[in-house]
Structure formats: C-alpha cells, structure tokens
Nanobody, 126 residues
Framework: QVQPVESGGGLVQAGGSLRLSCAASGRTFSGDFMAWFRQAPGKEREFVAAINWNSVSTTYADSVKGRFTISRDNAENTLYLQMNSLKPEGTAVYYC???????????????????WGQGTQVTVSS
C-alpha cells in the first residue's frame, strides 16, 4: 500500500520551531510534486506549501511565507517542513500529500494530490 508517513509533530511554545518529516512507504515519490496541508479543529484542510520534484519550484500559503520552509531529499525519499516562529493559529494536524493527479490544474488544492499520509499533530501553546 502506498502511503506517505508523517513524523515530527508535537507541542511547542509560540515562537518556537519544529521540523516535520514525511517518508514514503511502498514507492518512491522522487519524481513527483509533494506538499504539506494542515487542518485545524473545526476548519477545512488548507494548503501550506508545495515543492516540485527537483526543488526548483516552491509555493507557500501567505500565512506561512517567511516562516516555513519546504524541502526534500530524493535520495532518502523524504519531504520536510521546517516551521519557525510558530503561532498558536498553527495548531493543526499536518498532512503530507504526494503526486499530482492527471486532472490537477494547481498544486495548492486538496483534490490535486493522489496520496495522503495520516497526519501528525502540531500544537502551539501561547
């Protein structure tokens, strides 16, 4: 079964940092777009950041620009999200997504990605 697996979530104080990882299980995603999304309690899942296969192109939500950095190591088949200057509104389950659907016209929407991880909880205390 193909599924990305997230790790690295936890509890952090506002202003702190965390690094999330997403390891592919069952296949390689080295040639695919990959992304991070998040879902806060009572809210819809939202786009955080995306990266193309060779890291040349990255895209960020306005709410995380300048604070979060998406990166990948294709040799290790792993995606990362470095989160700095975390805010309480960043409390959410963070999901890794991989491989654009053939029908995708954007890299920032949920329906664009074929494979999803189970998520990792990030809690930012004020």
């Amino acid at each position: 079964q193909v599924q990305p697996v997230e790790s690295g979530g936890g509890l952090v104080q506002a202003g702190g940092s965390l690094r999330l990882s997403c390891a592919a299980s069952g296949r390689t995603f080295s040639g695919d777009f990959m992304a991070w999304f998040r879902q806060a309690p009572g809210k819809e899942r939202e786009f955080v950041a995306a990266i193309n296969w060779n890291s040349v192109s990255t895209t960020y939500a306005d709410s995380v620009k300048g604070r979060f950095t998406i990166s990948r190591d294709n040799a290790e088949n792993t995606l990362y999200l470095q989160m700095n200057s975390l805010k309480p509104e960043g409390t959410a389950v963070y999901y890794c997504a991989a491989r654009l659907m053939m029908s995708a016209t954007t890299t920032t929407t949920i329906n664009s990605y074929r494979y999803w991880g189970q998520g990792t909880q990030v809690t930012v205390s004020s």
